[in-house]
Protein backbone atom coordinates (compact mmCIF):
# COMPACT_ATOMS: atom_id res chain seq x y z
CA UNK A 1 0.00 0.00 0.00
CA UNK A 2 1.29 3.44 -0.77
CA UNK A 3 1.67 6.23 2.17
CA UNK A 4 -1.40 7.70 0.53
CA UNK A 5 -3.32 5.13 1.49
CA UNK A 6 -2.48 4.96 4.91
CA UNK A 7 -3.28 8.47 5.43
CA UNK A 8 -7.37 7.63 4.77
CA UNK A 9 -6.98 5.51 8.25
CA UNK A 10 -4.57 7.37 9.76
CA UNK A 11 -5.42 10.61 12.24
CA UNK A 12 -4.51 13.95 12.26
CA UNK A 13 -4.60 17.10 14.38
CA UNK A 14 -3.40 20.19 12.46
CA UNK A 15 -1.31 22.85 14.38
CA UNK A 16 -3.92 25.43 13.52
CA UNK A 17 -7.65 24.98 13.44
CA UNK A 18 -10.14 25.25 10.31
CA UNK A 19 -12.88 27.10 10.38
CA UNK A 20 -15.10 23.96 11.10
CA UNK A 21 -13.37 23.61 14.44
CA UNK A 22 -13.12 26.93 15.09
CA UNK A 23 -17.66 27.63 14.78
CA UNK A 24 -17.57 24.11 16.53
CA UNK A 25 -15.32 24.95 19.55
CA UNK A 26 -17.50 28.29 19.77
CA UNK A 27 -14.77 30.13 21.77
CA UNK A 28 -13.78 26.99 23.97
CA UNK A 29 -9.90 26.03 23.72
CA UNK A 30 -9.67 23.08 21.70
CA UNK A 31 -8.23 21.01 18.47
CA UNK A 32 -9.57 19.62 15.48
CA UNK A 33 -8.90 16.06 14.50
CA UNK A 34 -9.27 14.52 11.15
CA UNK A 35 -7.82 11.91 9.25
CA UNK A 36 -4.62 12.24 7.31
CA UNK A 37 -5.69 12.30 3.95
CA UNK A 38 -8.30 15.31 4.32
CA UNK A 39 -4.55 17.39 4.58
CA UNK A 40 -2.87 16.18 1.70
CA UNK A 41 -3.54 18.64 -0.86
CA UNK A 42 -3.30 21.82 1.47
CA UNK A 43 -1.35 20.69 4.77
CA UNK A 44 1.02 18.71 3.42
CA UNK A 45 4.06 20.51 4.95
CA UNK A 46 2.62 19.20 8.10
CA UNK A 47 1.75 15.80 7.05
CA UNK A 48 5.92 15.76 5.79
CA UNK A 49 6.70 16.71 9.63
CA UNK A 50 4.52 13.94 10.87
CA UNK A 51 5.62 11.57 8.62
CA UNK A 52 9.00 12.62 9.03
CA UNK A 53 9.06 12.27 12.65
CA UNK A 54 6.95 9.08 13.13
CA UNK A 55 9.53 7.07 10.87
CA UNK A 56 12.25 9.06 13.01
CA UNK A 57 10.65 7.76 16.36
CA UNK A 58 10.29 4.23 14.87
CA UNK A 59 14.01 3.91 13.69
CA UNK A 60 14.81 3.93 17.38
CA UNK A 61 12.98 0.24 17.60
CA UNK A 62 15.77 -2.12 16.22
CA UNK A 63 12.81 -4.23 15.06
CA UNK A 64 11.08 -1.31 13.05
CA UNK A 65 14.38 0.09 11.91
CA UNK A 66 14.89 -3.16 10.01
CA UNK A 67 11.39 -3.28 8.65
CA UNK A 68 12.27 0.56 7.66
CA UNK A 69 15.35 -0.55 5.62
CA UNK A 70 13.49 -3.47 4.01
CA UNK A 71 11.88 -0.30 2.02
CA UNK A 72 12.81 1.07 -1.24
CA UNK A 73 12.61 4.54 -0.01
CA UNK A 74 13.68 3.37 3.99
CA UNK A 75 17.04 2.49 3.03
CA UNK A 76 17.37 5.31 0.67
CA UNK A 77 16.46 7.85 4.35
CA UNK A 78 18.42 6.07 6.45
CA UNK A 79 21.72 5.89 4.39
CA UNK A 80 20.92 9.80 4.09
CA UNK A 81 20.99 10.09 7.65
CA UNK A 82 24.35 8.84 8.08
CA UNK A 83 25.33 12.21 7.37
CA UNK A 84 23.84 14.01 10.65
CA UNK A 85 21.14 15.24 8.19
CA UNK A 86 17.47 14.93 10.28
CA UNK A 87 14.61 12.95 9.15
CA UNK A 88 12.85 16.10 8.17
CA UNK A 89 15.00 17.66 6.11
CA UNK A 90 15.81 14.25 4.57
CA UNK A 91 11.96 13.86 3.49
CA UNK A 92 11.77 17.70 2.50
CA UNK A 93 13.49 16.81 -0.54
CA UNK A 94 10.80 15.14 -1.60
CA UNK A 95 7.67 16.47 -3.07
CA UNK A 96 4.48 15.79 -1.59
CA UNK A 97 2.87 13.90 -4.39
CA UNK A 98 6.35 11.81 -4.23
CA UNK A 99 5.80 11.05 -0.63
CA UNK A 100 2.48 10.04 -1.02
CA UNK A 101 3.13 7.54 -3.66
CA UNK A 102 5.73 5.73 -1.23
CA UNK A 103 4.97 1.72 -1.21
CA UNK A 104 4.98 0.59 1.83
CA UNK A 105 5.19 -3.34 1.20
CA UNK A 106 5.71 -4.74 4.98
CA UNK A 107 2.48 -5.07 6.02
CA UNK A 108 4.06 -4.76 9.96
CA UNK A 109 5.05 -1.69 8.95
CA UNK A 110 1.56 -0.31 7.23
CA UNK A 111 0.04 -1.13 10.79
CA UNK A 112 3.67 1.01 12.37
CA UNK A 113 2.67 3.89 10.53
CA UNK A 114 -0.83 3.73 10.76
CA UNK A 115 -0.82 3.56 14.97
CA UNK A 116 2.38 5.99 14.87
CA UNK A 117 1.15 8.39 12.62
CA UNK A 118 -2.11 9.06 14.45
CA UNK A 119 -0.10 9.51 17.77
CA UNK A 120 1.94 11.75 16.52
CA UNK A 121 1.63 14.68 18.53
CA UNK A 122 1.84 12.14 21.77
CA UNK A 123 5.36 12.08 21.50
CA UNK A 124 6.47 15.13 19.55
CA UNK A 125 4.75 18.00 20.99
CA UNK A 126 6.15 19.56 24.74
CA UNK A 127 3.63 21.21 27.28
CA UNK A 128 4.20 23.86 29.69
CA UNK A 129 2.44 25.55 32.33
CA UNK A 130 -0.34 22.87 32.04
CA UNK A 131 -0.96 20.20 34.97
CA UNK A 132 1.41 17.85 33.50
CA UNK A 133 4.43 19.72 31.92
CA UNK A 134 6.79 17.16 30.23
CA UNK A 135 9.35 17.11 27.30
CA UNK A 136 8.21 14.78 24.03
CA UNK A 137 9.23 11.46 24.37
CA UNK A 138 10.94 11.73 20.44
CA UNK A 139 13.06 14.85 22.10
CA UNK A 140 14.21 12.85 24.95
CA UNK A 141 15.35 9.82 22.72
CA UNK A 142 17.87 12.14 20.70
CA UNK A 143 19.28 12.92 23.93
CA UNK A 144 19.94 9.32 25.34
CA UNK A 145 20.21 7.15 21.92
CA UNK A 146 22.46 6.07 20.08
CA UNK A 147 22.30 3.69 16.78
CA UNK A 148 25.60 1.40 17.29
CA UNK A 149 27.65 0.79 14.18
CA UNK A 150 26.23 -2.53 14.15
CA UNK A 151 22.49 -1.34 14.31
CA UNK A 152 21.63 -1.81 17.75
CA UNK A 153 19.46 0.85 19.35
CA UNK A 154 21.10 1.73 22.89
CA UNK A 155 20.99 4.27 25.68
CA UNK A 156 24.35 6.43 26.00
CA UNK A 157 23.39 8.99 28.54
CA UNK A 158 20.83 9.30 31.35
CA UNK A 159 18.65 12.43 31.84
CA UNK A 160 16.12 13.36 35.06
CA UNK A 161 12.53 12.89 34.36
CA UNK A 162 10.19 14.70 36.41
CA UNK A 163 7.55 12.66 37.47
CA UNK A 164 5.19 14.66 35.27
CA UNK A 165 7.29 13.13 32.10
CA UNK A 166 7.31 9.34 33.44
CA UNK A 167 3.67 9.98 33.75
CA UNK A 168 2.86 11.16 30.08
CA UNK A 169 5.54 8.23 28.63
CA UNK A 170 3.48 6.13 30.83
CA UNK A 171 0.30 6.59 29.33
CA UNK A 172 1.11 6.58 26.11
CA UNK A 173 2.76 2.94 26.66
CA UNK A 174 -0.14 1.81 28.15
CA UNK A 175 -2.27 3.51 24.84
CA UNK A 176 -0.05 1.94 22.69
CA UNK A 177 -0.28 -1.99 24.36
CA UNK A 178 -3.77 -1.56 24.41
CA UNK A 179 -3.91 -0.46 20.50
CA UNK A 180 -1.72 -3.42 19.85
CA UNK A 181 -4.16 -5.89 21.86
CA UNK A 182 -7.33 -4.03 19.83
CA UNK A 183 -5.80 -5.02 16.89
CA UNK A 184 -4.72 -8.38 17.54
CA UNK A 185 -8.21 -9.35 18.85
CA UNK A 186 -10.41 -7.64 16.50
CA UNK A 187 -8.11 -8.49 13.03
CA UNK A 188 -10.70 -11.14 12.11
CA UNK A 189 -13.45 -7.70 12.34
CA UNK A 190 -13.33 -4.88 11.96
CA UNK A 191 -10.44 -2.22 11.24
CA UNK A 192 -12.95 0.15 12.42
CA UNK A 193 -12.76 -0.85 16.03
CA UNK A 194 -8.85 -0.19 16.28
CA UNK A 195 -9.65 3.48 14.79
CA UNK A 196 -12.29 4.32 17.01
CA UNK A 197 -9.99 2.70 20.43
CA UNK A 198 -7.38 5.31 18.76
CA UNK A 199 -9.57 8.40 18.58
CA UNK A 200 -10.90 8.01 22.34
CA UNK A 201 -7.01 7.49 23.27
CA UNK A 202 -5.84 10.41 21.32
CA UNK A 203 -8.98 12.58 23.15
CA UNK A 204 -8.05 11.27 26.42
CA UNK A 205 -4.30 11.63 26.59
CA UNK A 206 -4.90 15.52 25.28
CA UNK A 207 -7.47 15.89 27.57
CA UNK A 208 -5.48 15.39 31.06
CA UNK A 209 -1.89 16.15 29.22
CA UNK A 210 -1.96 18.28 26.50
CA UNK A 211 -2.61 22.57 27.52
CA UNK A 212 -6.26 22.69 25.61
CA UNK A 213 -9.05 21.02 26.51
CA UNK A 214 -11.89 19.56 24.36
CA UNK A 215 -11.33 17.49 20.74
CA UNK A 216 -13.54 18.01 17.57
CA UNK A 217 -13.72 15.41 15.25
CA UNK A 218 -14.32 16.87 11.57
CA UNK A 219 -17.21 16.89 9.60
CA UNK A 220 -16.15 14.45 7.19
CA UNK A 221 -14.41 11.95 9.81
CA UNK A 222 -17.84 11.56 11.24
CA UNK A 223 -18.93 11.09 7.90
CA UNK A 224 -16.64 8.25 7.07
CA UNK A 225 -16.66 6.67 10.46
CA UNK A 226 -21.10 6.37 9.91
CA UNK A 227 -20.59 5.51 6.29
CA UNK A 228 -17.73 2.36 7.97
CA UNK A 229 -20.17 1.29 10.68
CA UNK A 230 -23.24 1.00 9.14
CA UNK A 231 -21.23 -1.04 6.34
CA UNK A 232 -24.20 0.00 4.44
CA UNK A 233 -21.90 0.85 0.45
CA UNK A 234 -22.74 2.58 -2.16
CA UNK A 235 -21.14 1.53 -5.57
CA UNK A 236 -19.41 5.12 -6.00
CA UNK A 237 -17.57 4.42 -3.29
CA UNK A 238 -15.43 7.31 -2.44
CA UNK A 239 -11.23 6.55 -2.55
CA UNK A 240 -10.53 6.97 0.58
CA UNK A 241 -13.37 4.34 1.60
CA UNK A 242 -11.62 1.79 -0.91
CA UNK A 243 -8.45 2.43 1.03
CA UNK A 244 -10.30 1.46 4.09
CA UNK A 245 -11.47 -1.54 3.03
CA UNK A 246 -8.06 -2.55 1.49
CA UNK A 247 -6.54 -1.84 4.39
CA UNK A 248 -9.32 -3.46 6.48
CA UNK A 249 -9.03 -6.87 4.49
CA UNK A 250 -4.59 -6.51 5.14
CA UNK A 251 -5.40 -6.48 9.11
CA UNK A 252 -7.22 -10.11 8.98
CA UNK A 253 -3.72 -11.11 6.55
CA UNK A 254 -2.27 -9.84 9.92
CA UNK A 255 -0.33 -13.05 11.31
CA UNK A 256 0.99 -13.93 14.78
CA UNK A 257 4.16 -13.16 14.05
CA UNK A 258 2.97 -9.49 12.32
CA UNK A 259 1.33 -9.09 15.40
CA UNK A 260 4.26 -9.83 17.94
CA UNK A 261 6.59 -7.74 15.84
CA UNK A 262 4.74 -4.86 16.78
CA UNK A 263 4.38 -5.61 20.56
CA UNK A 264 8.18 -5.70 20.19
CA UNK A 265 8.26 -2.30 18.81
CA UNK A 266 6.59 -0.72 21.37
CA UNK A 267 8.59 -2.31 24.28
CA UNK A 268 11.68 -1.49 22.58
CA UNK A 269 10.67 1.84 22.79
CA UNK A 270 10.13 2.18 26.72
CA UNK A 271 13.09 -0.19 27.54
CA UNK A 272 16.77 0.14 26.37
CA UNK A 273 20.12 -2.01 26.24
CA UNK A 274 22.55 0.29 27.77
CA UNK A 275 26.13 0.78 25.61
CA UNK A 276 29.04 -0.94 27.44
CA UNK A 277 30.40 2.86 27.90
CA UNK A 278 26.69 3.94 29.59
CA UNK A 279 27.26 0.93 32.27
CA UNK A 280 31.15 1.57 32.89
CA UNK A 281 29.77 5.24 34.00
CA UNK A 282 27.03 3.77 36.17
CA UNK A 283 29.23 0.57 37.64
CA UNK A 284 31.31 4.11 38.41
CA UNK A 285 28.98 6.04 40.10
CA UNK A 286 27.25 3.40 42.12
CA UNK A 287 30.97 2.41 43.19
CA UNK A 288 31.59 5.81 44.68
CA UNK A 289 27.91 6.24 46.20
CA UNK A 290 28.28 2.59 47.68
CA UNK A 291 24.99 1.58 45.79
CA UNK A 292 24.28 -1.09 43.86
CA UNK A 293 25.05 -0.29 40.32
CA UNK A 294 22.28 -3.35 38.96
CA UNK A 295 19.24 -1.13 40.66
CA UNK A 296 20.48 1.79 38.83
CA UNK A 297 20.85 0.13 35.42
CA UNK A 298 17.51 -1.38 36.21
CA UNK A 299 15.91 2.49 37.16
CA UNK A 300 17.79 3.75 34.04
CA UNK A 301 16.86 1.13 31.36
CA UNK A 302 12.91 0.42 32.42
CA UNK A 303 12.28 3.83 33.81
CA UNK A 304 8.35 2.73 33.84
CA UNK A 305 8.61 -0.37 35.38
CA UNK A 306 9.54 1.83 38.94
CA UNK A 307 7.57 5.01 38.22
CA UNK A 308 4.23 2.37 38.87
CA UNK A 309 5.77 2.19 43.11
CA UNK A 310 7.46 5.63 43.29
CA UNK A 311 4.41 8.26 42.78
CA UNK A 312 2.62 9.33 45.29
CA UNK A 313 -0.45 11.50 45.86
CA UNK A 314 -2.93 12.68 43.09
CA UNK A 315 0.23 11.28 40.99
CA UNK A 316 -0.77 7.83 42.08
CA UNK A 317 -4.35 8.34 41.62
CA UNK A 318 -3.40 9.57 37.97
CA UNK A 319 -1.40 6.10 37.22
CA UNK A 320 -4.66 4.47 38.40
CA UNK A 321 -6.51 5.96 36.42
CA UNK A 322 -4.20 5.16 33.41
CA UNK A 323 -4.11 1.51 34.19
CA UNK A 324 -8.03 1.38 34.16
CA UNK A 325 -8.64 3.30 30.99
CA UNK A 326 -6.12 1.01 29.16
CA UNK A 327 -5.86 -2.32 30.52
CA UNK A 328 -3.68 -4.53 29.18
CA UNK A 329 -3.05 -8.27 28.62
Not at 165 to 173: A, E, R
Not at 263 to 271: A, D, G, H, T
Request: aromatic share 12%; glycine share 4%; net charge negative.
Amino acid sequence: MKIIDLYSCSFFISEKNSEYTMTQLDGEKGKGLALAYEHTTYKYVQLQRALATTIELLSYSSTARELISTERWGMDILQELSSDENYISVIKKERAKQIHEWDVESITLQFLLVIFFSYNTLYTWDQDNTKYNYTCLLKDFKKILITEHTGKISKNESIDQETDNLISDFCFYRILKGTVNVLESHKDKELLDVMEYIEDALKYFHKYFMSWGIIISSSELETQFDVLSRGNFSEDIKKNTNRYLDLNEKMKQLSEHDVLLIKNVVEELFSFEPTNKFEKKIQVESEQLGTSSEERLNVDTKPLDFMKYTVKGSDKDMVLKIINKFPIQ
